[in-house]
């Protein structure tokens, strides 16, 4: 267990190297020269190594198996379709050119150009670093920008359980996406750090230090999941959504705070909106969903929503994610003899398991509607159900990790009461 002393030092040691990061990207996009990317790269590094040997006494299991994916990442070469053609790509094309004004003159529709390019823009600070570009080095960036989330979700685990539940999310539900330089696992685990740290605050009495620290972390987890990927805005808005439904009669000051956060946490994607948007004919956005027309068509169209349903439920991530969280969920239910009827236990109601309830059934609805208006797309590969087929796991895997989160929060509430 984690002293409060020993917690401030974690997350400060994490919150300088998240800092750094967004710092680097910043200077980039607004200087347009990755004039400094070399000395914001060493930086980094040194400061994720410190990270990981200041963490590992107090979490040696979890930083063990960290250091291992470290291993198989620096050891395979990217293979995957969107690693390779679309974040590595962009991170290829600032590493060779000297300003961001000529990012847009080599890229080609496919490679999404007005994708957020705050990933990229890390793996090319890493290819700085060693001198060279290769297709290895690079997307390292995924596990620097992975320990934080993993480190805080794993601080204060009261049930062991818990942790082997959070060791099945990296291992058997993210599998290779950790590794591979995509970006869906990195986007499953800042929305769940997200959705800890706001709860953490709410529920958690904190003395000023500690608030400030999980405030501005709050802010730079906002912040990040906007510009890992498009659906980070999805869920920004789906987690404020669930906020101001389940934690409305909280703390005035926290809501004030939470309601800064939120319009100007908007601010550096609005940034890189506009600019980008000069540079190219179409959004990526407007190219997979048009104008949003596609959705009644689609919707009607009853073979093809079987064969999404079937695609997104269907598959092993999400076939692990959901029977852990019935399996865990069906201990607070019990049959009443006296009563004839089913009896739910009050852990099942604790604001932080709905809060992260509402938010798993607020988002499938988004990411269902967006899969839907997919389908048909004239810039989409011209093969039938190829959305679905190819992205439906993939899209899915936030609510994978939100139903794992969900499992570990009643594991810990149940761990908590019999300590009463």
């Known amino acids: 267990m984690f002293s409060n002393a020993n917690q401030i ?5 994490i919150l300088s190297l998240l800092l750094l990061i967004f710092i680097n990207y910043s200077f980039f996009l607004i200087l347009k020269s990755k004039i400094f990317f070399f000395i914001f790269g060493v930086l980094i590094l040194l400061n994720f190594i410190f990270c990981i040997y200041r963490n590992f006494e107090n979490n040696k299991i979890i930083i063990t198996i960290f250091l ?7 050891m395979s070469p990217v293979s995957d379709w969107d690693a ?13 050119e000297n300003s961001l004004n000529n990012y847009f003159s080599y890229n080609p529709y496919y490679s999404h150009p007005d994708y957020p390019i705050f990933v990229p823009i890390l793996s090319s600070t890493l290819a700085t670093v060693i001198g060279d570009w290769n297709e290895i080095f690079p997307k390292f960036s995924s596990l620097i920008l992975a320990l934080p989330p993993i480190i805080i979700l794993t601080q204060n685990l009261k049930n062991k359980f818990s942790l082997y539940i959070f060791l099945i999310l990296i291992l058997f539900v993210y599998e290779k996406r950790i590794i591979n330089g995509e970006i869906d696992a990195l986007l499953s685990l800042y929305s769940i750090l997200l959705i800890k740290l706001i709860n953490d605050i709410i529920n958690k009495k904190h003395t000023d230090r500690v608030y400030k620290v999980d405030l501005i972390l709050i802010a730079l987890n906002f912040i990040i999941l906007t510009l890992l990927k498009v659906e980070g805005l999805a869920i920004i808005f789906c987690i404020s959504f669930a906020f101001a439904i389940i934690y409305r009669n909280s703390n005035i000051k926290i809501t004030q705070n939470f309601i800064v956060i939120f319009f100007l946490g908007f601010v550096p994607l609005i940034y890189w909106t506009i600019y980008s948007n000069n540079y190219i004919e179409m959004t990526s956005a407007r190219m997979m969903l ?16 079987l064969h999404l349903i079937n695609k997104i ?13 019935i399996f865990i969920f069906s201990k607070g239910i019990t049959f009443s003899e006296k009563k004839n009827s089913i009896v739910l236990n009050k852990i099942l109601f604790d604001k932080k398991i709905i809060f992260c309830f509402l938010i798993i059934l607020s988002y499938s609805t988004v990411l269902t509607s967006i899969m839907i208006m997919s389908e048909g797309s004239n810039y989409s590969v011209p093969i039938k159900y190829f959305m679905a087929d190819t992205a439906s796991d993939r899209y899915f895997v936030p609510i994978q990790s939100m139903l794992i989160l969900c499992s570990i929060y009643f594991l810990e509430a149940k761990k908590k009461l019999k300590k009463r």
């Open 290 to 305: 048009g104008t949003g027309e596609r959705l009644f068509q689609n919707i009607f169209d009853f073979k093809f929503i």
């Open 84 to 96: 390779r053609s679309i974040w590595l790509f962009n991170a290829k094309i600032i590493f060779f």
């Open 313 to 325: 439920i269907f598959n092993k991530q999400m076939v692990i994610s959901l029977f852990l969280f």
């Open 68 to 74: 291992i994916l470290c291993l198989i990442s620096l």
């Open 9 to 13: 030092e974690e997350k400060t040691s």
